[in-house]
Nanobody
Framework: VQLQASGGGLVQAGGSLRLSCAASGSIGIFNAMYWYRQAPGKQRELVAVITTGGTTNYADSVKGRFTISRDNAKNTMYLQMNSLKPEDTAVYYC????????????WGQGTQVTVSS
């Protein structure tokens, strides 16, 4: 299964974007799916996670502004980002972890999000 991230772009502070992470196969095989981001000169950081059961968790810096979701029927995960700030500027990556007799750890390519002040 491959992951394809999309939806990034340039937005003004206070604006919104929705990122998508489309899988080439069923996402039902993944126990958890993640969004990470990496800003220039910084380490990659975890932004949000969603489990098969729908449990979600967020980095403190995005709580109340970002919402992670998954649509198993569409084999797609989303990240709704509201009230964007310049410090949200980064390349965003999706990741998924599962087990099918062996560990699955799949990364999508990044999508650039740029928030102007």
């Amino acid at each position: 299964v491959q992951l394809q991230a999309s939806g990034g772009g340039l937005v003004q502070a206070g604006g919104s974007l929705r990122l998508s992470c489309a899988a080439s196969g069923s996402i039902g095989i993944f126990n958890a799916m993640y969004w990470y981001r990496q800003a220039p000169g910084k380490q990659r950081e975890l932004v949000a996670v969603i489990t098969t059961g729908g449990t979600t968790n967020y980095a403190d810096s995005v709580k109340g502004r970002f919402t992670i979701s998954r649509d198993n029927a569409k084999n797609t995960m989303y990240l709704q980002m509201n009230s964007l700030k310049p410090e949200d500027t980064a390349v965003y990556y999706c990741n998924a972890i599962g087990w099918i007799g062996r560990l699955l750890n799949v990364w999508g390519q990044g999508t650039q999000v740029t928030v102007s002040s």
